[in-house]
């Protein structure tokens, strides 16, 4: 329970924030950071070994979180003084306050501090009992009225193993106003598990797969020790939303592809998973902790909704095994299943408000922060069905090099098809031109798998006018779409909207999968070969971690994507740089 005061700057020093030589708390402090007499409360030391967050900016007001790591197992309680100011010495200090801490909360602090001013920074640092001192953390609140611009980054999928977390540390310093975590903050998996070696120093904690409260606790506490973490945490305002990973691969209503009935019950788990994002994450909860759909205004500039899409309304996805006959593929039953209107992803209720909330606004820009690619992803079949074969040989650990040949092989033949029927060639046979158009989409866990409610949401952002940008994650690889609907022609007249997906922080991409890394002719051949076989597919980043940052002005969106050259060296440089644009009333993209 947090505890206002009129706690002033020299007040504040005294209770330790001046210093690690303020370890003895003056008695004139004792009604704000101590045991009042006749309480009988197991308080104790600590330090703050996870650094400072904040995180769902309002005009008026934030949340500031941080976590204390008391010295001792059997501390039950630690009290922690909180102050915000609008200078970095701490002088001008805005509000302050005291909260209770304890085990049921994994001694997580986070505090919702209201009555700030719009479009303001603001500074703010915790103290605690013996002296100990946080980090000073930097934060804002958002714009009201007239807004000329806002700069808005986005990164998602950092798997600890995988590699260093580099990105995060260029966040840090980046332009951005706040910055979009876009889902799998942390990974379920035990260790040399996914990716299948630990990067050296980074194995997981615990060794084991994340199921029990102690499991995801333990998680989080281990990623939120990375320095590189902490520093974009502390200089930027979060708002983060899940995917499946924070509670395990491919999540649904009903359980997930990574979960079966020897690690317990499914509810149990999932209820574990969700209860440490909320203790661990600068995130303003609701009364329904599943429920992380929030809405974030930016003046008359950006309206920003961040989605839910995995545990409120999600149908169980569909696999590609469903519709294989003696045949192949059956494309035509696939799509009617796919097709199918009780399919659902966000639910009713989530739509309704979303529609709701563009509807009535007024801002140039309306933004969706979600999880999953939304634009059409359709492959020819063929491709898909090379593909399948080198996926699952992988899996059953087999020698590959034949299967990836095929891949490529596939690959450009049906990308050179593409071109002639792109240039009207006379000459293309008929079996051909069915090479290429027997076409499906591949990733069934992404709006791909539930195709009536994405025509139910693109029709009504169409409906209401929206200037549509979404930002998307999950996938490690760098994408850019223009969005239509089924059976929209592909002139701009059809065209609803634009889609920017940002790479991974640490995790994979397809260029490991597909043997991209080591050779830079044949990533840009399958580059291109995406581009040019996938209908409205404008950009795709086939092997770089990085992040994306978006300025938006009245007058366009400006994306661009950043990417580092290695996670696994001591040092990176960024090393690949692109940018695309939209503009108003003009779904178009268009280089920048």
């Excluded at 206002?4 to 009604?31: I, Q, Y």
């Amino acid at each position: 329970m947090s505890r206002p005061t009129n706690l002033s700057r020299r007040d504040f020093l005294r209770t330790g924030l001046a210093g690690a030589g303020a370890v003895t708390l003056p008695a004139a402090l004792s009604g704000c950071l101590g045991v009042k007499e006749g309480e009988d409360k197991n308080l104790t030391v600590f330090a703050f070994g996870h650094g400072v967050a904040s995180g769902d900016p309002l005009s008026d007001a934030v949340i500031i979180w941080t976590r204390v790591s008391p010295d001792v197992e059997v501390a039950t309680e630690a009290e922690v003084a909180w102050v915000m100011a609008s200078d970095p010495e701490l002088k001008q200090v805005v509000a302050s306050g005291t909260e209770y801490t304890n085990k049921n909360r994994d001694f997580t602090v986070k505090v919702d501090v209201t009555g700030l001013s719009p479009d303001s920074v603001y500074y703010y640092q915790f103290a605690g009992q013996g002296g100990a001192l946080s980090p000073v953390g930097v934060t804002r609140t958002l714009p009201v009225g007239r807004v000329r611009e806002v700069t808005i980054a986005a990164c998602s999928c950092a798997n600890y193993p995988a590699g260093m977390f580099y990105v995060y540390r260029e966040l840090a310093g980046c332009e951005a106003d706040v910055v979009l975590h876009l889902g799998d903050y942390i990974y379920e998996y035990g260790s040399n598990k996914y990716p299948s070696q630990d990067y050296s120093g980074r194995v997981p904690d615990p060794l084991s797969e994340t199921i029990t409260l102690d499991d995801y606790r333990r998680r989080y506490q281990q990623y939120r020790t990375d320095t590189d973490l902490q520093a974009a945490h502390a200089a930027k305002p979060f708002i983060c939303i899940w995917d499946d990973h924070e509670i395990s691969n491919d999540v649904w209503v009903g359980g997930a592809q990574n979960h079966d009935a020897s690690e317990g019950p499914w509810q149990a788990r999932r209820d574990a998973a969700v209860q440490a994002y909320h203790e661990w994450m600068p995130i303003r909860s609701k009364a329904d902790l599943n429920d992380i759909h929030r809405r974030f205004q930016f003046g008359d500039l950006v309206n920003l909704n961040m989605l839910e899409t995995r545990l409120l309304a999600r149908s169980q996805q569909l696999e590609q095994r469903e519709f294989m006959t003696e045949r192949g593929l059956d494309v035509s039953a696939m799509y009617e299943a796919l097709l199918a209107p009780e399919r659902s992803l966000m639910g009713p209720q989530q739509m309704t408000e979303v529609l709701g909330n563009v509807r009535e606004s007024e801002a140039v820009w309306q933004v969706l922060g979600q999880q999953i690619i939304m634009g059409r992803m359709e492959l020819p079949v063929e491709l898909m069905q090379a593909t399948n074969d080198l996926f699952f040989a992988t899996i059953r650990g087999e020698n590959t090099t034949q299967k990836r040949a095929n891949v490529h092989q596939t690959m450009m033949e049906l990308t050179a098809i593409k071109k002639r029927m792109l240039q009207n060639d006379s000459t293309l046979t008929g079996a051909e031109i069915l090479r290429v158009t027997n076409k499906a989409p591949y990733n069934l866990d992404a709006w791909d798998g539930y195709m009536a409610e994405r025509e139910a949401l693109l029709n009504g952002l169409r409906d209401a006018g929206a200037n549509l940008v979404v930002l998307s994650g999950d996938t490690h690889n760098g994408w850019a779409h223009e969005l239509n609907t089924l059976g929209a022609d592909q002139g701009a007249s059809a065209l609803c909207g634009v889609e920017f997906a940002t790479s991974s922080v640490s995790s994979p991409g397809m260029e490991g999968f597909l043997g991209l890394s080591s050779n830079p002719q044949l990533r840009a051949d399958y580059e291109e070969g995406l581009q040019t076989l996938v209908d409205n597919l404008h950009y795709v980043n086939g092997g770089d971690r990085g992040y994306l940052v978006v300025r938006f002005t009245p007058s366009a969106a400006v994306c661009e994507w950043r990417y580092l050259d290695t996670i696994t060296a001591s040092s990176y440089q960024i090393t690949r740089i692109h940018r695309l644009q939209v503009r108003p009333g003009d779904p178009r993209l268009q280089p920048a």
